[in-house]
């Protein structure tokens, strides 16, 4: 079974951190990892920028279409068994996309997610919040003990997820795939990455508005099964 890993970056509207994300992502492409970006409609000129990168599977959307729709598309044109899923918006450090590489059946480890908050605090903004609410909420429906269900960076096996499942069409997405994964009772790895956190004028793209999808999506998996 190969060891090479098919890293999907969905992404709106990042040009001014393009640069920089490129330029990373180049060292796992030099490794022998399959990069995928998905363009979801940008505007700003980041089309332009990355059709230059040969060692980058672009995909373009010419009208914007959701996260959740821009990273099954990248599940779909995958190469390798072993996905990393990771935002391009460089909150997280595209160094550490290395640390999800541990997928390993011999060893029982099928899947990791990323948590962004070692301490987190609650009562530091309404974003820390808001994610310790859909946590807590998340490990009480599942039986899991999650640190950060909303975190983007994730790895798993293709062959593992029925892609037919995934219908979230925006942040949603990231819930929905946690709920797939926790529901097969598999072993996950929790995995520590560095965080900065970029503000609506840095170009945050999550809302408050976005909650509502996210709360449907924690318990939409649980009836499912049900």
Known sequence: MSKNYSIIIPLFNEAPY???LIRKLK???DNGHEIIIIDDGS???SDSLLRDCNF?????????????VAIRKGIENAGYDKIVLYDGDLELDISEISKLFVLDRKKGIYSAMGYRFKHLNPLKSNFHWGNFMFTTFFNLLHSTHHRDILCCAKSFYLSDINIRLINSR????DVELSSILSLKNVRILQVPLKYKRRNQNEGKKLKISD???????ITKMVRFFN
Do not use: H, V
Request: without cysteine; glycine residues 18%.
């Open 18 to 20: 393009l640069p920089s």
């Open 27 to 29: 060292n796992y492409s």
């Open 43 to 45: 505007n700003d000129g």
């Open 56 to 68: 980058i599977n672009l995909i373009t959307f010419a009208k914007n279409q959701g996260k959740g």
């Open 170 to 173: 925006g942040f949603g997405i």
């Open 211 to 217: 909650g509502w999808e996210i709360l449907f999506q």
